[in-house]
Each structure stands twice: as C-alpha cells, then as structure tokens.
C-alpha cells in the first residue's frame, strides 16, 4: 500500500523528529509512503481567525499538492479535521468541488489509519514510562477521535497508562486565543497539568503538537516535573 503524507507547518518547523516517527512508523507495517515537498500548510490558522480568503488560496495548493493521493496520513488531528470539516465552507460548489471530496475522505489522522484502516494494534513498541493522555479539542468534537490512541498506547511495552480527571477540557491553547487571553489560557494549562501531576505520570501524550508545545511552555516556566511527548514519538520508541 503507498500513502501519501502531510507534515504541518509547526511540526515541520517545531517538531521535525515526530515527522521522522510517522514515516517509521508506516514503513514499519510495510507502508510504502511518498512525501510531496512542495506542500505547506493546510490553512487552518488563517481560518480560525477570520480570513477566509487567504485560507482558501492555502487550501487550494493544498488540494493541488494532494491530487490523485489515494491516501494522506498525517500526525496532526487537528489539521486533517481542518480538512475534513471546513473545507466544505471553502470549497463546496467551487471549482475543486470534486478534488476536496476526494480529499476530504482520503485523508486520515495517524492512529486512525492505523487501527481502523490496517487493523494494527501492536507497532512492536517499548517505552518504559508512566504515561496520561490529553484529548485535545480538535480530536474529540471535530474529528471524533478517542479511543484509537488509547488502543496502540496499551500494546506498548513498558507503557503504563493511567487516565487523568477531566481529560477532555481543553488545555487552554486554542490558536491565538492564548495569545489574545493570556492568563485564562495559562489557568486552564495549569488545571490540565495538575489533573496530568495527579496520576503520577511522567509524560503526558497527545495526538496534537500545538496543545503539547503549549503545555510544555507552561511546564518548562514553571520547572514542572513532568513532560509531554506526540503519540507517534512514542509508538516508534524502541525498534
């Protein structure tokens, strides 16, 4: 089988390594993957914000980079529901009607491809920590993702997984909002941390780069003694 993948903007420039544990990842259960260079930005952060039409113009290259893809993989959550969910206000009865169709379900979140499009539970991983899981916001009410990480984090070796209060309130990032509303993002980073501190885990996992280099801001601040780790980092540890 050959996928294509998609690398966000901030994982790209912030978290290249996570890109590199996807693409091990896949070939590892005998996935044959392409990466096209000339791709970008899927437009989500222009959207959110208010400009549509610059969001379009990066939605349209990113339909055009992606053309003919069978399948696109990404370990970003919230990029793929972007795709998913709002290109339709983009894009419907447009002149890539038809191409952001296709798109729209061909394209997956990592963990989901892999559980429920191969049927992979067990990637052969050891990672001999302590572990809490962070739902982002994005995951559970846009792309309805939930239970898929929760499967492969469980057949890691070593991995011991123990749930936090509250895993679905959201961390306090949001894009800009924790820019714009500094001290109530960083009250709601604090809650989420201290729910994570409670259960004695080392890491907290997420399948959403932003909320964990949001996270890890606040803890390395505050000299906090715990971390935060992307799931695909976690399942390529080990092999």
């Not at 419907?92 to 499009?117: G, M, P, T």
């Not at 949001?174 to 259960?199: H, P, Q, W």
């Not at 890890?216 to 980092?233: A, M, S």
Request: glycine share 6%.
């Amino acid at each position: 089988m050959k996928v294509d993948i998609f690398i966000p903007c901030y994982i790209d420039q912030l978290y290249p390594e996570t890109g590199f544990s996807m693409v091990r990842i896949l070939e590892k259960v005998g996935v044959d993957v392409n990466y096209n260079k000339n791709q970008t930005c899927c437009g989500q952060i222009s959207f959110k914000e208010g400009y549509w039409d610059h969001a379009k113009s990066i939605g349209e290259k990113f339909i055009r980079d992606f053309i003919g893809s069978q399948v696109v993989v990404a370990p970003s959550v919230s990029c793929v529901s972007m795709v998913r969910k709002y290109y339709d206000e983009l894009f419907y009865n447009s002149a890539l009607h038809n191409e952001y169709r296709l798109l729209k379900k061909n394209i997956f979140e990592i963990s989901d491809f892999l559980v429920n499009n191969l049927n992979i539970r067990d990637l052969g991983a050891t990672f001999n920590h302590r572990v809490t899981f962070h739902d982002s916001c994005t995951a559970l009410r846009e792309y309805g993702l939930k239970d898929e990480p929760r499967i492969l984090l469980r057949n890691v070796r070593g991995l011991e997984l123990t749930e936090m209060e509250r895993t679905d309130v959201c961390c306090g990032f949001g894009g800009f909002f924790s820019v714009r509303n500094e001290a109530i993002a960083n009250s709601m980073a604090a809650d989420k941390i201290n729910y994570a501190l409670e259960t004695k885990a080392e890491y907290i996992v997420s399948t959403d780069a932003s909320c964990l280099m949001f996270l890890q801001g606040y803890i390395d601040q505050h000299k906090i003694p715990i971390k935060t780790i992307h799931l695909v980092d976690v399942l390529a540890s080990g092999y």
